[in-house]
T-cell receptor
Framework: EAGVAQSPRYKIIEKRQSVAFWCNPI?????LYWYQQILGQGPKLLIQ????????DSQLPKDRFSAERLKGVDSTLKIQPAKLEDSAVYLC???????????FGDGTRLSIL | KNEVEQSPQNLTAQEGEFITINCSYS?????LHWLQQHPGGGIVSLFM?????KKHGRLIATINIQEKHSSLHITASHPRDSAVYIC???????????WGAGTKLIIKP
């Protein structure tokens, strides 16, 4: 089966600009996750969707970050405006349901200048 | 106090040694995950447990629900096992997924 697809792989922007990441989960996976991983740290869950509904977004900085999964398949994560501390790898994962193993994409490495 | 704590934070061992990584949690859970992250970023899900024990190759994961504790064991460790091992729990109250800080394992040849 095809894995979780993410794009772009790399993105470099200046602070205060906007950026968007895209994730296509494994076909049929109802649960989708977005993580932020800062260099040297473990992944931090930003938001998790069950189909097109949000299960948990308690750690999403909602003043600048937004995410959607309108049709319950693909998802986009947006940062507007970006800050220097947003430099990180943004990982998308999906699973059949909430209590099933997660499959991870390769991530998008974001650098803020 | 973190809701999910892993120990040790760092572990260096010689090839062939038996490795144990521990995870303790303080919340009610519906499932516990063990994941592996290699240098360069790729994350792989190793196990998902809600009770008992699971084995896959040289990896064994156990969970004791009463004691709120899980262990990940690696038998006959190999340098390619060098990675960060992360424990994550799914809370049974609100479906939140809480991650541990990870254990960095280095296996020397």
């Amino acid at each position: 089966e095809a894995g979780v697809a993410q794009s772009p792989r790399y993105k470099i922007i200046e602070k205060r600009q906007s950026v968007a990441f895209w994730c296509n989960p494994i076909s049929g996976h109802a649960t989708l996750y977005w993580y932020q991983q800062i260099l040297g740290q473990g992944p931090k869950l930003l938001i998790q969707f069950q189909n097109n509904g949000v299960v948990d977004d308690s750690q999403l900085p909602k003043d600048r970050f937004s995410a959607e999964r309108l049709k319950g398949v693909d998802s986009t994560l947006k940062i507007q405006p970006a800050k220097l501390e947003d430099s990180a790898v943004y990982l998308c994962a999906s699973s059949w349901s909430l209590n099933q193993p997660q499959h991870f994409g390769d991530g998008t490495r974001l650098s803020i200048l | 106090k973190n809701e999910v704590e892993q120990s040790p934070q760092n572990l260096t061992a010689q090839e062939g040694e038996f490795i144990t990584i521990n995870c303790s949690y303080s919340v009610g859970i519906s499932a516990l995950h063990w994941l592996q992250q290699h240098p360069g970023g790729g994350i792989v899900s190793l196990f998902m447990l809600s009770s008992g024990k699971k084995k896959h190759g040289r990896l064994i994961a156990t969970i004791n629900i009463q004691e709120k504790h899980s262990s990940l064991h690696i038998t006959a460790s190999h340098p390619r096992d060098s990675a960060v091992y992360i424990c994550a729990v799914r809370m049974d109250s609100n479906y939140q997924l809480i991650w541990g800080a990870g254990t960095k394992l280095i296996i020397k040849p």
